[in-house]
Each structure stands twice: as structure tokens, then as C-alpha cells.
């Protein structure tokens, strides 16, 4: 009779442009891990028209880079919009899961738009993320990040309720002894929670 194989989890992230949820019978927790990476872009093609303009606002990515990489936020979200032409913005987005540091947010994020401009050029926007970061950008404002650009404040009002909390941010203790038996997990390394 052969002994049982252990099993190794090497972890999973589900991913939601706006919930990032990371788990492994591994610690991970403040380790960069720049894959899986995962794409997507929309169909429509980028107006060739917008490609001069377009390649520079891309080429100045590097600094936005480095803005949501060494945003004092334990978040590290960077939103801004650049002029594409007179009448159409183009609506970037980074931010890094807060237990990486801003060095490995910088590497996450970099990568993330290189990976996009290799896969994924000539779209009208798109995204990449893996475990650490996300970057998306688009023609049009998304996930109410860009309030600021689509509408003017709103007036205080005596009865305006108080600022919304931050994000939410779940992460786990230290790493404990993970056993597997009969392939069950009995227990496991790490558990994070973003939402944006």
C-alpha cells in the first residue's frame, strides 16, 4: 500500500476589477508575485487618429507609475486623466494590494503596463492585474474614480453625511503550520481582502 501524495496549494486570486481576494497555503503576504497575469481589452480599436497623442501620454506612464508606487496611501491608488484630443480624456488607474512595497508596486506595475502594451495595443482600453497590482485605463470615467472629471462637487448640505470610510482592507496574522491530510486544507498561510 502506497503512502498518500502530499498536496501542495500554490494559491489562487480571484479577481474583480474592484475585490481583489488572494489565498495560499503559502505565506505570501508583502511577497511580489507578478504571475498569473491576466488581460483583457475592449473591441473597439483605438481612432488612429488619437495614436501620436496617444503614444505619449503612454510613454509618460512611467511616471504615473511612480506616483501610485510611492503614494503615502496604504493603498496606493493613483487615478488621473490626460487629454487624448480637445473632447476625449483617456482615464488611467493603478494601484498596488498595500503589503507590497513601493519598490515591488513600482516592478508590479511597470510590468503591468508593458505586459498590456505587448498584448493588448491599438484597443480602445483594458486592463492587466495579477496577485499585487492592477492597471486599467479607458475613454471613458469607471467605478466612480473620477468624480472630480465627470461632475463638479456637490454643495455641503447641513444633512450631507460624513466622508465614506477608506477602503477595506482584510489581511492575515503571521503565517501558522499548514497540514494537509486526506486533501483536505486544515489550515493556511494567508487570506487578503481589497476592496476599492
Not at 491576466?38 to 496617444?54: E, H, K, M, W
Request: aromatic share 14%.
Amino acid at each position: 500500500m502506497s503512502k498518500p501524495k502530499k498536496k501542495q496549494f500554490h494559491g489562487e486570486g480571484i479577481q474583480f476589477h474592484v475585490f481583489v481576494h488572494h489565498y495560499a497555503n503559502r505565506y505570501f503576504f508583502g511577497s511580489l508575485e507578478l504571475s498569473p497575469t491576466d488581460a483583457g481589452y475592449n473591441t473597439g480599436i483605438l481612432d488612429p487618429s488619437f495614436r501620436v497623442q496617444f503614444d505619449q501620454i503612454w510613454s509618460g506612464l512611467g511616471e504615473t507609475v511612480t506616483r501610485a508606487s510611492t503614494n503615502s496611501s496604504r493603498l496606493k491608488p493613483e487615478a488621473e486623466t490626460a487629454d487624448l484630443t480637445s473632447t476625449q480624456k483617456m482615464y488611467i488607474f493603478m494601484q498596488c494590494t498595500p503589503d507590497v512595497s513601493p519598490s515591488n508596486c513600482r516592478v508590479c506595475l511597470q510590468q503591468s503596463v508593458d505586459y498590456y502594451k505587448s498584448c493588448c495595443n491599438g484597443y480602445q482600453g483594458g486592463y492587466t492585474r495579477n496577485q499585487n497590482c492592477v492597471f486599467r485605463w479607458d475613454l471613458y470615467p469607471y467605478y466612480n474614480l473620477f468624480p472630480q472629471v465627470t461632475s463638479p462637487p456637490p454643495s455641503p448640505s447641513p444633512s450631507s453625511p460624513s466622508p465614506s470610510s477608506p477602503p477595506f482592507v482584510i489581511s492575515s496574522p503571521p503565517p501558522t503550520n499548514t497540514t494537509i491530510r486526506k486533501g483536505r486544507l486544515t489550515s493556511f498561510y494567508g487570506f487578503q481582502f481589497q476592496l476599492l
